[in-house]
């Protein structure tokens, strides 16, 4: 008997789930079958040609989560129209630089960014596109595109630089949605919340996994408590969150989803008290944490079995983003051995690869001797105080840790003697008694070498952060200059303390 082929690219994955006609998409608004959503797709497409899309050039689009968004997503990737989305709260130039790379004519944007969307099109020589209700068509989408053929086109988070293009393939996209799809045991017939933007690749990422299995998906525009005790009406199965919305949803007693079997969370680790409480409230349910890129995802996890040895007993594990997924080959490059270096991947579901296979993701990271991979910052977020290496996650990780603090971070700011010092910004778990600056530096004398310990503090109600939960050091890095050249040095809005243990 001969076995049958798994399908190549994601589109002919998709048009397996057309041919059952399963339960496809749900949103407030409404919901629809992969088969209804292929009508509204092909309908987009209609209104594409009739705007002057040109097929085979990526179509820049601002978009929220609306379900003319995904009809525009999906027809882009069952047609020669590849999407190119992006978030409508970028300011016009950072949309212009994303924009003016990309062979296109037109600008595809939702009526509330028409503006915008004007802006950056004469900035760039293009004209813009407004979208309204798509209305589906009979117009025959033929599912069984080239392997090579461009799926999507998304953008990096631009959290450390200028957002890069990541074109993916629909054979790229089928690989990892199935690697996925594994990882979290994501089936037919499951429901998978996700509560990131759609020009992301945890939100439209999201959707197309979903779609390509047969699962049904949830995408939310927005996050509160009340949305997600409204989601149990739709029996939800899997669900991503970032740990700041399960601390939100903990603290409202509102965690709990009865349908509930898998939930994961991303962009920063757990708290272990979290996730301790997380597992408690959360009966039976399965905790993971998966690391990956824009470029190519997932890359490690941290899954059910891990969370619950860390809570029984080893907490450190949560400071790691597990271990390599299957088919995902991990090295670490460096100057000298033993110290942090760059994490570098190889697997078929990367996007982005050398000649050679590899990723260099740019995150610098160490891999212990059981497997588990923990990141300690990004290439360009390195702080050199005093000729000494200091990578910030690892400070972050030991403040967070403090029973008064609920987040940290840490960033570099120039000094005359040292090259660089270390701000720490905090926010407390009460606003109203701060932990005390001399206790602080204690406990992290304690767990860091005092080359890491930071010499100025400031306490602030929240972090900045992208939309999908990372936070925005560039930000923070140009308040804490702000402050020094406002006085000719690094005062720290809240207190300083005095340099410990730095090597000259």
Same mark, same amino acid.
């Given at each position: 008997?001969?076995?049958?082929? @798994?399908?190549?690219?994601? =589109? ?6 057309? =041919? +059952? ?46 379900? @003319? ?22 300011? /016009?130039?950072?949309? !212009? ?14 009526? +509330?960014? +028409? ?35 461009? =799926? ?39 429901? %998978? ?8 690749? !945890? ?6 996994? /979903? ?53 994961? %969370? #991303? ?7 979290? =996730? ?49 997924? @299957? ?29 050679? #296979? ?13 497997? %588990?991979?923990?990141?300690? #910052? ?12 200091? %990578? ?16 940290? !971070? ?95």
């Amino acid at each position: 008997m001969t076995k049958t082929s @798994e399908p190549r690219t994601w =589109a002919s994955m998709f048009a397996a789930q057309v =041919a +059952a006609d399963v339960p496809a998409v749900a949103l407030e608004s409404g919901s629809w079958t992969s088969r209804d959503l292929l009508g509204l797709a092909a309908g987009a497409v209609d209104w594409l040609d009739s705007c002057g899309a040109v097929a085979g050039r990526p179509i820049p689009a601002l978009l929220t989560t609306t379900a @003319e968004a995904i009809a525009l997503a999906v027809a882009g990737a069952a047609s020669r129209h590849p999407l190119a989305p992006l978030n409508p709260r970028l300011t /016009a130039g950072e949309l !212009a630089a994303c924009i003016a790379p990309l062979d296109a004519p037109l600008i595809v944007a939702e009526p +509330a960014s +028409a503006d915008v969307a004007g802006k950056v099109a004469a900035a760039t020589g293009r004209r813009v596109a407004v979208i309204g209700e798509l209305a589906p068509s009979r117009r025959r989408l033929h599912l069984d595109p080239p392997d090579d053929a461009v =799926a999507v086109v998304l953008h990096t988070s631009g959290t450390t630089g200028v957002p890069k293009a990541v074109a993916i393939s629909q054979r790229k996209l089928a690989l990892r949605t199935r690697r996925q799809g594994a990882v979290m045991q994501l089936r037919p017939g499951a429901s %998978y919340v996700s509560f990131s933007p759609l020009p992301h690749i !945890a939100g439209l990422g999201s959707l197309f996994i /979903a779609l390509g299995l047969g699962a049904m998906a949830i995408p939310c525009p927005a996050f509160s408590t009340e949305v997600w005790r409204g989601l149990a009406r739709m029996r939800p199965t899997h669900a991503l969150l970032v740990p700041a919305m399960i601390e939100t949803l903990l603290a409202e007693g509102a965690l709990g989803q009865p349908s509930l079997e898998v939930l994961v %969370y #991303g962009s920063t680790v757990i708290r272990p008290a979290t =996730a301790a409480a997380a597992l408690t409230a959360l009966a039976g349910v399965e905790l993971l944490n998966m690391y990956g890129q824009t470029e190519g995802s997932p890359i490690s996890a941290l899954d059910g079995n891990d969370h619950r040895l860390a809570v029984e007993s080893r907490p450190e594990l949560l400071m790691t983003v597990g271990r390599a997924v @299957e088919g995902v080959e991990l090295r670490i490059e460096r100057a000298d051995p033993g110290d942090p270096g760059e994490i570098c991947v190889r697997a078929e579901h990367m996007f982005r690869t050398d000649p050679d #296979g590899w990723l260099r993701t740019g995150d610098i990271g160490v891999i212990d001797p059981e497997g %588990y991979l923990r990141l300690v #910052g990004r290439k360009g977020d390195l702080i050199i105080r005093g000729g000494e290496n200091v %990578y910030p996650l690892e400070v972050e990780h030991v403040l967070a840790d403090h029973p008064e603090v609920r987040e940290a !971070a840490v960033v570099g700011v120039p000094d005359d003697r040292l090259g660089q010092t270390i701000r720490a910004f905090l926010v407390p778990i009460d606003p109203a008694q701060p932990p005390d600056p001399s206790d602080l530096r204690s406990y992290a004398r304690e767990r860091l070498a005092g080359f890491k310990v930071p010499s100025s503090w400031e306490i602030v109600e929240s972090l900045p952060r992208s939309p999908v939960g990372k936070v925005l050091r560039r930000e923070l890095e140009a308040r804490a200059a702000s402050d020094r050249e406002s006085d000719g040095r690094d005062r720290g809005a809240a207190w300083s303390t005095p340099s410990d243990g730095t090597r000259l």
